[in-house]
C-alpha cells in the first residue's frame, strides 16, 4: 500500500530534493515537508532558493553548491552529515543531478556510509517525454548539445543509429541552429519542441524534424526554456541508414517551403552548391 510520508520524523542524512521547473504548486508535500525539517539546505543559486523557501514560509540556511565550487563546498557538507546533520540538496529547478550538480556529493556521502534519499517531482525531461507523442519505451537523455556547428553535428551522428527517442535541452537562442543541425544528421524523424513546461505560455510542437527546422528557421526566436525530444529512427533494412542525400532533403523540405528557401535551406545541411540544388529542386516541383 502507498505510504503518506510527509510528517516522517527525518532521520540526519542527505535529502536530493525536486522543486517545480515553472509552477510552484508543484512542489510536493514531501519536499516541503523536509525543507522545513533539514538544519540547511545546499543549493546551486541561493538568491533563486530563497525565492522558492519565502513562498513556502520555510526559513533554513542556505548554502551554495554549484559546479563552480564541489571541492570547497562537499568538504563542509559532508562534515555536516558526520555531525549527525540534514542537508537538502536542490537545484534552481527541477530534479538535482539532471543537467546539474550533485552526482559526486552523493557519491561521497554513500561512500561515507551517511543516509542518502531522494524526493521525486518535477524534471523537465520527463515531462517533455510525457507530452511529446513519441516513444518512450526506450529513450537516451543527452544533457545540453554542444555550441558549435561542427560538435553539434557529430553529438547528434553518435546516436543517429540508436534505437530511443532522444532527449535533449537546448537554449531559446540556439534551437533554430541545433534543429537545422539535427534535421541535416537526422533526417524526417518526428520530433517535439517543448517550451514552457509548466509556465502560462506552456507549448508543445509536434512535427516532422525538418518542418520543425524550417519553422524555427523562419519564425522569431522563441522566449523560454525548451526540451527537444526526437523520435527513434525507421527500422532500416540496408547498411547505411543514417546516410541522408541532397535529394532526401529537398524532397522533405519542399514541403514545407517555397523552392528558394527549401534550396538554400538544403544548401547550408550538404556540400552541394546552392545554385545546383535550386535547378534540382525547380525540376522536383516541374515533376510534381
Ligand atoms: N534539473 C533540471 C530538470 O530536472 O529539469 C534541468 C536543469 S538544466 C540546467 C535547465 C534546462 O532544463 C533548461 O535550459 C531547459 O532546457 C530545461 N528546462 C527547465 N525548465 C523547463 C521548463 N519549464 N520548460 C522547458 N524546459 C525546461
Request: charged share 25%; aromatic share 6%; with cysteine.
Amino acid at each position: 500500500m502507498a505510504e503518506f510520508g510527509s510528517q516522517q520524523i527525518l532521520k540526519p542524512g542527505l535529502y536530493v530534493v525536486a522543486t517545480p521547473i515553472g509552477n510552484l504548486g508543484d512542489l510536493s508535500p514531501r519536499a516541503k515537508h523536509i525543507l522545513s525539517e533539514v538544519d540547511m539546505v545546499a543549493c546551486e543559486d541561493t538568491r533563486v532558493t530563497a525565492k522558492l523557501m519565502t513562498a513556502n514560509l520555510i526559513k533554513k540556511p542556505l548554502v551554495p553548491y554549484h559546479e563552480h565550487n564541489g571541492p570547497v563546498a562537499r568538504p563542509k557538507i559532508l562534515a555536516k552529515l558526520a555531525a549527525g546533520g540534514k542537508v537538502a540538496l536542490v537545484s534552481d529547478a527541477g530534479t538535482p543531478l539532471i543537467s546539474d550538480p550533485g552526482f559526486k556529493l552523493v557519491a561521497e556521502a554513500q561512500d561515507a556510509g551517511h543516509y542518502v534519499s531522494a524526493v521525486p517531482g518535477p524534471c523537465a525531461a520527463i515531462m517533455a517525454l510525457s507530452l511529446a507523442g513519441l516513444p518512450t519505451d526506450r529513450f537516451l537523455f543527452m544533457g545540453f548539445p554542444p555550441g558549435k556547428r561542427g560538435a553539434r553535428e557529430s553529438w547528434f551522428k553518435a546516436e543517429a543509429r540508436t534505437h530511443a527517442s532522444l532527449v535533449f535541452y537546448e537554449s531559446a537562442k540556439r534551437l533554430k541552429d541545433c534543429l537545422a543541425d539535427a534535421a541535416g544528421v537526422l533526417g524526417t524523424r518526428e520530433a517535439a519542441v517543448c517550451r514552457e513546461l509548466t509556465k502560462r505560455f506552456e507549448e508543445v510542437r509536434r512535427d516532422d524534424l525538418m518542418a520543425l527546422a524550417s519553422y524555427y528557421a523562419q519564425a522569431e526566436t522563441p522566449k523560454g526554456e525548451i526540451v527537444v525530444v526526437i523520435g527513434p529512427p525507421e527500422e532500416q533494412t540496408d547498411g547505411d541508414a543514417t546516410a541522408l542525400d541532397m535529394e532526401t532533403l529537398l524532397i522533405a523540405a519542399l514541403k514545407h517551403m517555397s523552392v528558394k528557401s527549401a534550396a538554400a535551406f538544403v544548401a547550408e545541411l550538404t556540400d552541394v552548391p546552392k545554385k545546383a540544388i535550386y535547378t534540382r529542386a525547380l525540376a522536383l516541383t516541374k515533376d510534381s
